[in-house]
């Protein structure tokens, strides 16, 4: 059973679009929710990260939307560029520093000149 | 700088091979992971350790093992690689313990492995 949903599973956009991948969990203990971007041949990195006790959160041209009562959550990438093609991970994990993420299957963004 | 550094990067290996892969972090991490990832799938955890002599197994099964003797050191072996143990493994490290600790993850730059 797959606990993190992500969709879409690819997005192609052109170059200042506003692409929004979208998250949805079952487990309503997850505390902690990051979402990570991986370009080819390289390992993910945080991008941004929320918790459950606010509704958004922006860092730059990336922002996190927070639905609790839905349980889903997504990220929206304003003025999009070349340079943010990559595949971006949504996440979930509850207890802290404790936890174990639970990734989603990945959204491969492609952003258009 | 955070650093997490995986060796080698690329390994072609007949079936029936021991092999390891290396680990290293120099944050001074106490939790370590290691993900499998398949091409263009998501991350798969096989294995954490909270700490030096800690291993555990993640929530997917894997034939690989691993130990910790030293904190900044997290190996990963296949004591018989076989055509199915084919994928890109990821290492990553993280803080661990106390309030107020992030659970940011940091990953080295995996090694993809092709076993024949």
């Known amino acids: 059973q797959q606990q993190v949903k992500q969709s879409p599973q690819s997005l192609i956009v052109q170059k200042g679009g506003i692409p929004i991948i979208n998250c949805a969990y079952e487990?309503?203990?997850?505390?902690?929710f990051p979402w990570y971007q991986q370009f080819p041949g390289k390992g993910p990195a945080l991008l941004i990260a929320?918790?459950?006790?606010?509704s958004e959160k922006k860092e730059g041209r990336f922002t996190i939307s927070f639905n609790k009562s839905a349980k889903q959550f997504s990220l929206h990438i304003m003025d999009s560029q070349p340079g943010d093609s990559a595949t971006y991970f949504c996440?979930?994990?509850?207890?802290?520093?404790?936890?174990?993420?639970?990734f989603g299957k990945g959204t491969k963004l492609s952003v258009k000149p | 700088e955070a650093d997490i550094y995986q060796t080698p990067r690329y390994l072609v290996i007949g079936t029936g091979k021991k092999i390891t892969l290396e680990c290293s972090q120099t944050?001074?991490?106490?939790?370590m992971y290691w993900y499998q990832q398949d091409p263009g799938m998501e991350l798969h955890l096989i294995h954490y350790?909270?700490?030096?002599?800690?291993?555990e197994k993640g929530d997917l099964s894997s034939e690989s093992t691993v130990s910790r003797i030293r904190t900044e050191h997290f190996p990963l072996t296949l004591e018989s690689a076989r055509p199915s143990h084919t994928s890109q493994y990821l290492c990553?490290?993280?803080?661990?313990?106390?309030?107020?600790?992030?659970?940011?993850?940091?990953f080295g730059p995996g090694t993809r492995l092709t076993v024949l």
């Open positions: 990553a490290s993280s803080e661990y313990g106390g309030s107020g600790k992030r659970n940011e993850q940091f």
């Open positions: 487990n309503t203990a997850f505390d902690y």
């Open positions: 929320i918790r459950p006790d606010v």
């Open positions: 996440a979930a994990s509850y207890g802290g520093s404790q936890g174990n993420l639970i």
């Open positions: 944050m001074g991490h106490d939790k």
């Open positions: 350790s909270y700490g030096v002599n800690s291993t």
